[in-house]
């Protein structure tokens, strides 16, 4: 049995959707992979890491001292053809409308001090168990074509540090588990948030969201959206 990890970063677009997702690979893929991203990082021109906003903001720039940025968008290319290359077993992502969670879920819910409906008034919990939905529906799918060797065993999840956001997905994941039937519940290992700076595996989820971002905002696809999508 196989120990896999899925890592997930989320963005807002301003009208339009909510997306989390990422990519979910063994801990010694991700181990072996966490090297090979950081020898791109140090290729000129040499950033600590890779930020899909900080990527095109000169403020981002300029407070890392990175020259010749006009290079990023090759560098961001090179790391989507890493990825699609890697041997990173599958991505998954996640996605709501904004208008239509308004709608159906937001106008509904009465302001209250019940900490629970908090979880209710924001997007973020909606994709981050539907992301929850789709790993736990694809890893048995998986399982029942795989040999023993390789299937897979608990999946751990790790989203990007969002304050208090990042903090409640981890306790709802617990929950979660709690309440799930045994099946579920064997499947379901730790949660928590992490620091992207510092977790190369949610830079990854970053690339992903933030090329996915970038399409659904101009509706062309890069060339490194191209390569992540084709993988």
């Known amino acids: 049995m196989v120990h896999i990890v899925a890592y997930a970063d989320e963005s807002y677009l301003d009208d339009g959707f909510v ?3 990422g990519y979910t690979a063994p801990v010694d893929t991700w181990i072996d ?25 000169q403020e981002w720039q300029r407070k890392h001292g990175v020259v010749d940025a006009h290079l990023l968008p090759a ?22 409308e904004k208008s239509l969670f308004e709608e159906v879920i937001k106008s509904r819910v009465r302001a209250t001090k019940n900490p629970k409906y908090e979880l209710l008034r924001d997007p973020y919990y909606f994709v ?30 790790f989203v990007d540090q969002n304050g208090k956001l990042a903090e409640n997905a981890a306790s709802l994941f617990m929950d979660i588990k709690r309440i799930s039937d045994p099946d579920r519940q064997a499947l379901m290992g730790v949660s928590a948030p992490l620091d992207d700076k510092d977790t190369m595996p949610l830079q990854c989820a970053d690339l992903l969201i933030g090329q996915l971002r970038e399409f659904y905002i101009s509706r062309t696809f890069t060339d490194a959206c191209k390569t992540l999508l084709e993988a």
Do not use: C
């Not at 890491?49 to 990527?55: A, D, I, L």
């Open 19 to 21: 997306f989390m997702g």
């Open 128 to 157: 981050y168990v539907r992301l929850l939905g789709l790993l736990l529906q694809r890893i048995p799918e998986l399982n029942s074509v795989l040999d023993v060797e390789q299937r897979m065993d608990k999946v751990d999840v």
């Open 75 to 96: 560098k961001t290319l090179k790391l989507a053809s890493l990825v699609a290359r890697s041997g990173l077993w599958f991505p998954v992502v996640s996605t709501i």
């Open 33 to 57: 992979f966490a090297g090979k991203w950081k020898s791109v990082l140090i290729e000129h021109p040499e950033v600590p890491y890779f930020s899909s906003h900080g990527f095109k903001s």
